[in-house]
């Protein structure tokens, strides 16, 4: 059971599977759990599939700790709920494959997971042909890859940053192994301060290697490979880990003079140059740090300076993807700096992509922020007229019309994005406040009991 200061979340299970039940005040309502994420080595997260539509719990097991506890990003959220849709750049990291619908920003197939678990292809390519004809040659070895795209084979999910840019055209499972990420998207991470590290986060194994000496002194002979095993189990961990990476240590250093007070050769490495650290992003767990400190140091909390690329994409597309992740992290974190800087960059080359859905949707978004309604509106039309059927899109698009105070062409755009996708919950919500504020109390209840007899059919 977990308890906030408004609410109550309990959980059970019963011959239906396991329950998820949230009291806060007088209402109580139960969400089945339709699946479990993560390999349960740090947490287990949870989701609810209501009405073909994918949801995550605002709770997730802690495996250090054996208890329940709220969810990253939930923490400090008083009343928290089920309403956190859950996209394809989570899902890309979390399943093997998906069955995402166009239009939606969490709408999938029936069966939404063809396959459940993370399979050979993510790391070694297309594995068809290899399987008719096993051979060493016709399967991708992310060892033998030149070293942007062997580490793409990683990062692709242990590399978040602040904020991931798809290039035009492309969806994160366009990615395939073999080739570099900036094929298909470009990750943009904070730019340190001078003399700073950053601060430790969870999906930033490969920021956190990239500044350690260990790192910076054998440029690109140290990767991840070179440490870890993928196909070890369990959960990718030896069995002996304290000998195991050891070794791995001494590979090196096993020639290096030590300082008089240092530990033998025969001692754990990694307690002492890779510890267990509590991460800002990590919820109630804590991760190894890779940035291999000669010394303990403490927490970095710094305000980065930038955002910059982990690698920059093509020039054509530089400025482009900058100015996305610019805007992007700007509204995250209400930076005004960010926002307009990536505003500027992106009218700079917008000529370049005339019919660029995407970035019409980020140059509407950082004009809403600025409350340049009316040239939101302009945006937001572009992004709909070159993605015609995207419920978002529409959205935003009603949204824009109701800041500018065109409550019925509001309305009208916020239909067509519920006639998209019955269950957009942001639109629906902001529908059902201008319905009872244009004092049509009908149409509110109607679209209400709409959305909770589909959640009802949905909550098997």
Not at 143 to 150: C, G, T, V, Y
Not at 219 to 227: F, K, S, V
Not at 431 to 454: C, F, P, Q, W
């Amino acid at each position: 059971m977990v308890h906030t200061s408004a609410s109550t979340i309990s959980m059970h299970s019963d011959k239906q599977g396991s329950w998820q039940t949230l009291q806060s005040g007088p209402s109580t309502t139960s969400y089945h759990v339709d699946y479990v994420i993560g390999s349960g080595t740090h947490a287990s997260g949870y989701i609810m599939d209501l009405g073909d539509h994918l949801f995550q719990s605002p709770v997730a097991y802690y495996r250090s700790r054996q208890s329940y506890d709220l969810a990253p990003g939930y923490e400090g959220t008083a009343d928290p709920d089920f309403t956190r849709p859950i996209g394809e750049g989570c899902l890309f990291c979390h399943a093997g494959t998906f069955d995402a619908v166009p239009g939606s920003e969490n709408r999938y197939a029936k069966a939404p997971f063809p396959h459940l678990a993370i399979g050979c292809n993510r790391c070694h390519g297309p594995t068809a042909l290899h399987l008719a004809n096993p051979d060493a040659r016709n399967i991708v070895n992310p060892a033998k890859l030149e070293p942007a795209s062997r580490d793409s084979v990683c990062e692709q999910c242990h590399l978040k940053g602040v904020a991931r840019v798809l290039n035009p055209g492309k969806k994160f499972t366009d990615f395939r192994a073999g080739a570099p990420l900036e094929d298909t998207f470009t990750i943009y991470h904070d730019e340190a301060p001078k003399g700073s590290e950053g601060a430790f986060r969870v999906i930033s194994h490969s920021e956190q290697l990239a500044v350690s000496e260990c790192k910076r002194n054998s440029g690109d002979r140290l990767w991840c490979g070179t440490c870890h095993n993928p196909h070890n189990e369990p959960h990718n961990e030896p069995t002996e880990a304290v000998s195991y990476y050891r070794a791995k240590c001494l590979q090196c250093h096993a020639k290096t003079t030590f300082a008089a007070d240092h530990p033998p050769k025969t001692s754990d490495c990694i307690s002492c140059h890779m510890p267990k650290r509590n991460a800002a992003d990590g919820g109630h767990t804590a991760f190894t740090d890779h940035r291999i400190q000669r010394k303990p140091a403490n927490q970095v909390t710094e305000e980065a300076v930038a955002i910059v690329p982990w690698r920059a994409p093509s020039a054509m597309l530089a400025t482009r993807n900058l100015g996305i992740a610019s805007v992007e992290t700007g509204l995250e974190r209400r930076s005004g700096k960010l926002i307009v800087s990536g505003y500027r960059m992106l009218t700079e080359v917008q000529a370049q992509f005339p019919e660029d859905s995407e970035m019409y949707t980020t140059l509407g978004s950082a004009l809403l922020a600025g409350r340049q309604y009316s040239e939101a509106v302009q945006a937001f039309a572009l992004a709909v007229r070159f993605d015609p059927k995207s419920s978002p899109k529409e959205a935003n698009l009603g949204q824009a019309y109701a800041a500018l105070g065109d409550h019925a062409l509001a309305e009208e755009h916020l239909e067509k994005a519920m006639d998209f996708d019955p269950l957009n919950l942001s639109a629906a919500f902001r529908l059902i406040g201008m319905y009872k504020a244009n004092g049509d109390g009908a149409k509110a209840d109607e679209l209400s009991r709409r959305l909770t007899s589909i959640v009802q059919a949905g909550n098997h």
